[in-house]
C-alpha cells in the first residue's frame, strides 16, 4: 500500500502579485524581504563573483603553467590573487552559505519568515555594494594587492600607496556589517520564531549548523571589523595602530585576523557540514545516525575553532609553551570532525541509496575533505609547521578543506534544494557529469600541490625557475583547473536550461524527513498556510510512518500577518557605497551626502515601522490540515 504523501499547498488567494512590466518586476525585486527571494538574490549576486574569481584562478594558473612564463607581471599577479582569495572568502562561501540559510532555515524550523525581514534585506543589499565596491577597484586605480590576508604593514600606506588597500579595507567593512547583522538575524530567528513543538532537540542538523554558525559569526566579526577599522585610520587620518616608527604593532593585525580567520572557516564549513546531514539520511532511507552526537561535536567544533587561530602564525616565534598548547587544540578539533565522518558513513550503511547528484557530492566530499584534514593535522604541529609553512603545500591543504568541503556541500545543497527554491528539477545526467568533472579536475589541480611545497616552491610567487622540478606539476594542476572550469560551465549550462524549461517539481520530490519539504515547490510568500505543530524529529518523515502524512495545524488558521516589501534597505547600503567612496577619494562631500542618505532611511524606517505589514485572509486550504494533536 502507498505511503500517504504530505499535503501540497496551492497558492494562496491573498497573496500579491508582481508589478506588471520590466520596471516593476525590477522595482519587486529591490524592495523584497521575503526571506526565499533574499536567497535568490544572494544566490545570483554570489554566482557573478564567482564568476570573477573563478577567472582570476584560472590566469593565474596559466601564468603558473611554465617555468618563467611573461603572461602575467608581478604587479598584476598580486592583484589577482589578493581578488581571488578575498572573492572567495567574503563574496561567494559565506553569501552562498547565507543564501541557503535563507532559503531553508525558516522553512525547516516552520517559521513564517526571519525574525527581522527588514534587517534580512539591509544584510544582503549591504553584502552586494561591499562586493561591487571592491570589484570596481579594478577600473578605478588598481584592485588590493597586498594578499587576502593584507597583512601589515605591506597594506598600509608607505608600502601600498595606491587606492586598492582603501577599496579592501572599506568594501569588505561593509560587507562584513551586513554579515554580523546576518547572524544576528538568524539566532534570533531560531530562537524565537520555531513553530509549537520544534524543540532544539527536534530541530534538523542544518538548522543547527546554522545556529552556531551564526554564534560564530556573532564573535568573529568584531576582530576584523576592528582590524579594518584601525587600517581605514592608518590610511585615511594617518594614525599609527600599524606603524612602528609611531608606537604601533604589526602583530596586532595578525592577531586579530587570525581570531577572525579561523572561526571563519568553520563558518564557511558546518552549513556545509549540515547540508551532508540533510542529504545523507534522505538518500539513505534512514535517519541520520548519532543524532545528538551530531549537535554535539557542532558544538564542539564552534567552541575549538577559537582555541586554534596561533596555528596561523608559529613561526612568530611565541615559544614552546604557547605553540604546544595550539598544536593540541589544533589536533584536538579532528575529533568531532571525524565523529560526523563516521555517523555520515553509519547512516549510508545498509541504507536503499538514492544515487542521485546531491548524493555523489556527499559522497565525493568524504575522501577529500578527510585529505585536507590530515594535512591540517600536519601543519598543527609546530616544528613540522615551520617546514611547510609559506609553501604550495598550505595552497592545496586549505583548497582541499573550501573546495573538497565548503563547495562540494554547495553543489550538494544546490542539487538536493533547489526544486524547493525553484520548483524545477535540475537534469541528473548533467549533475553527475559535473560531478565527475568537478571531482576529477578539483583533484588533479591541488593534488600536485602538496608536491610543488615539499619540493620547496613557495606560495604567493608569480613564476619559477625551470629546472626545479617543478614543471610537470604546475601543467598537471593547470589542466585540473581548467577541467574543473569545464564542470563548472555544465553547471551554469544545466542551471540556465532547468530554469527555462526544466520539469516542474512537486512538493516533496526526494521523499525528504524535514519540514520544507511539507508545503509546496516553490513555497508561498507566508510558507505554511496555518502554523505546523511539530510531534517528532524528522516531523514530515514522523507523520508518514505515523500520521496521514500532512503536517497538523498548532492552531485554527487565521489571517496571515506578513512583512511589507521596502526599499530603504537598497537605499541605505547605497547610501553608505557612496560614503565608502567618499573615503576612498578623500572627498568630505561625497562621504557626508551618503552618511546622510543612510541615516535619513534609518531615521525614517523607525519612524514607520508600524506600517511594516500586510496581512493575507486566512487561507481555505488550511482548514483542511489536521487539528492539533
Known sequence: MAKPQPQELPAHPGAQELPQGFFGWLWSWLTTVDHKRIAKLYFLFSALFVAIAGAEALAMRMQL?????????????????????????????????????????????????????????????????????????????????????????????????GPGMDFYAIGLQIAGLGT?????????????????????????????????????VLFAMPPLTIDLFELIFDRLFGTNFFNVAGGGNVVVWDQLFWIFGHPEVYILI??????????????????????????????????????????????????????????????????????????????MWNGHIRWSTAMYFAVGFIPSFVMGGVTGVMLAMAPADLQYHDSYFVVAHFHYVLIGGLIFGLFAG????????????????????????????????????????????????????????????????????????????????????????????????????????????????????AVPLIRARDALWAEKQHGNGRIPAAQPPGPIHMPSPSILPFVMSVGLMIAGYGGIYRSIIAGA????????????????????FHVHPAAPEAQEEGAPA
Open 65 to 161: 603553467m611554465t617555468p618563467q612564463n611573461t603572461l602575467i607581471d608581478a604587479a598584476t599577479f598580486n592583484q589577482l590573487f589578493t581578488m581571488h582569495g578575498t572573492s572567495m572568502i567574503f563574496l561567494v562561501g559565506m553569501p552562498l552559505i547565507f543564501g541557503f540559510i535563507n532559503a531553508v532555515m525558516p522553512l525547516q524550523i516552520g517559521a513564517r519568515d526571519m525574525a527581522f525581514p527588514f534587517m534580512n534585506a539591509l544584510s544582503l543589499w549591504l553584502f552586494v555594494v561591499g562586493g561591487l565596491m571592491l570589484n570596481s577597484s579594478w577600473f578605478l586605480g588598481g584592485a588590493p594587492d597586498a594578499g587576502w590576508f593584507a597583512y601589515a604593514p605591506v597594506s598600509t600606506t608607505p608600502y601600498n600607496p
Open 180 to 216: 554580523f547583522m546576518s547572524g544576528i538575524n538568524f539566532l534570533a530567528t531560531i530562537i524565537g520564531c520555531r513553530a509549537p513543538g520544534m524543540s532544539f532537540w527536534r530541530m534538523p542538523m542544518f538548522s543547527w549548523t546554522a545556529f552556531v554558525t551564526s554564534a560564530l
Open 270 to 347: 558546518l552549513p556545509a557540514f549540515g547540508i551532508f546531514s540533510e542529504v545523507v539520511p534522505t538518500m539513505s532511507k534512514k535517519p541520520l545516525f548519532g543524532y545528538s552526537s551530531m549537535v554535539f561535536a557542532t558544538l564542539l567544533i564552534g567552541f575549538l575553532s577559537y582555541m586554534v587561530w596561533t596555528h596561523h602564525m608559529f613561526d612568530f616565534g611565541f615559544g614552546p609553551v604557547i605553540n604546544t598548547i595550539f598544536t593540541i587544540s589544533s589536533m584536538l578539533i579532528a575529533v568531532p570532525t571525524g565523529i560526523k565522518i563516521f555517523n555520515w558513513i553509519f547512516t
Open 414 to 529: 544546490i542539487f538536493y534544494w533547489f526544486p524547493k527554491i525553484y520548483g524545477r528539477m535540475l537534469n541528473e545526467r548533467l549533475g553527475k557529469i559535473t560531478f565527475w568533472l568537478v571531482f576529477v579536475g578539483f583533484h588533479t589541480t591541488f593534488l600536485p600541490q602538496h608536491f610543488m611545497g615539499l619540493l620547496g616552491m613557495p606560495r604567493r610567487v608569480f613564476t619559477y625557475k625551470a629546472g626545479m622540478g617543478l614543471e610537470t606539476l604546475n601543467l598537471i594542476s593547470t589542466i585540473g583547473s581548467w577541467i574543473m572550469g569545464v564542470g563548472f560551465l555544465i553547471f551554469l549550462i544545466n542551471l540556465v536550461h532547468t530554469l527555462r524549461s526544466g520539469p516542474r517539481a512537486s512538493a516533496d520530490p526526494w521523499d525528504g524527513r524535514t519540514l520544507e519539504w511539507a508545503t509546496s515547490s516553490p513555497a508561498p510568500e507566508y510558507n505554511f498556510a
Open 593 to 612: 551626502v551618503g552618511l546622510i542618505i543612510t541615516a535619513v532611511g534609518v531615521i525614517y524606517s523607525i519612524v514607520h515601522q508600524d506600517r511594516g
